[in-house]
């Protein structure tokens, strides 16, 4: 048994009175992914804010790489190691691809008054990074913004693994990407894993977890609602539980039990009148 990268045992977060999350618990290891998988308002982009260090928790433990640790800031969680990959992305679209790769982080040459940015550093790099992670991008000078959806995510992922992360977190890198895009991504999120970095990857989407996962952790209502790992878990049961598993059941049957009412004479008959 190795240590986890980051462990979080029992965690819990109110807003106010609001239970965002309540005893969570999960483990992200050294080259495995672990997914997080849970409906609108489960807690998912709470427990990110946790693990990125945007928000404390109130109760239970957070660990990384065996450490108690309470996050103050997301300057922190990075000192750490635990970079992460938010939806709306923080890039500036009107910036070439190198800018937006080194945004942050701009190495520069020279001292006192003759310091500048060492443009041509991040050109090549940015492009030998990306090459790495096998994104032939021919032109590292257009603007971010004419990338896709899709290509975007590649590239802070590639920045993630060059900058030395060792925790990479993603929330829904695929939620808006069609099906062809989404693949491209997930074989980079695979990329990071064979880099040896232990993911957190959030989700909707049961098939795309199980293609990539080690690990799943199901939330519902900011609680726990199933942890597996893959051996424990089929597509066919992750789909069913996602997809609401024994709330559908039950909708079947009230379904079942009532038949549409039957018209007569323009006007709905209840089934016991009509027969
Ligand atoms: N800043 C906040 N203040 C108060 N309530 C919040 C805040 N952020 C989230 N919540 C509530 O916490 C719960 C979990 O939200 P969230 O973590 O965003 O879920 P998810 O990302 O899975 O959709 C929801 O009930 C949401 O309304
Ligand atoms: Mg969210």
């Known amino acids: 048994m190795t240590t986890p990268l980051v462990e979080l045992d029992g965690v819990s977060k109110y807003y106010g009175t ?4 309540e005893g969570v618990s999960l483990e992200v290891h050294a080259g495995e992914i672990t997914c997080v998988l849970g409906d609108n308002g489960a807690g998912k ?8 260090g945007l928000h404390a928790h109130d109760a239970g433990t957070f660990r990384v790489e065996g450490r108690d640790t309470t996050l103050s800031s997301p300057r922190e969680a990075l000192d750490l190691g635990i970079a992460t990959v938010y939806q709306d992305l ?12 080194f945004l942050g982080s701009e190495p520069t040459r020279g001292r006192g008054p003759f310091k500048r940015l060492d443009v041509r550093h991040m050109r090549a790099t940015t492009r030998a990074e990306l090459l790495r992670m096998g ?3 021919r032109d590292v000078d257009q603007p971010i913004g004419t990338l896709s959806g899709g290509e975007r995510q590649c590239v802070a992922i590639a920045r993630a693994v060059h900058f030395g992360a060792k925790v990479l977190v ?29 993911v957190v990857l959030i989700t909707h989407n049961p098939h795309h977890a199980h293609l990539v996962g080690d690990r799943f952790v199901l939330l519902k209502r900011g609680v726990m609602a199933g942890s597996h790992t893959k051996q424990s878990l089929t597509l066919d049961e992750l789909t069913r539980q996602m997809a609401g598993g024994s709330e559908l059941d039950d909708l079947r049957h009230e379904l079942e039990r ?18």
């Open 45 to 52: 982009s709470t427990l990110i804010k946790i693990i990125a």
């Open 258 to 275: 009532a038949p549409a009412p039957t018209r007569i004479g323009g006007h709905d008959v209840p089934p016991a009148a009509a027969g």
């Open 18 to 21: 609001v239970r965002a999350l």
């Open 90 to 101: 923080a890039v500036v679209p009107l910036m070439p691809v190198w800018r937006n790769f």
């Open 170 to 198: 993603l929330d829904e890198p695929t939620a808006a990407l069609g099906v062809k895009q989404s693949g491209v991504v997930l074989k980079y999120v695979a990329a990071a894993r064979d880099a040896g970095l232990g």
């Open 135 to 137: 994104i032939d991008l």
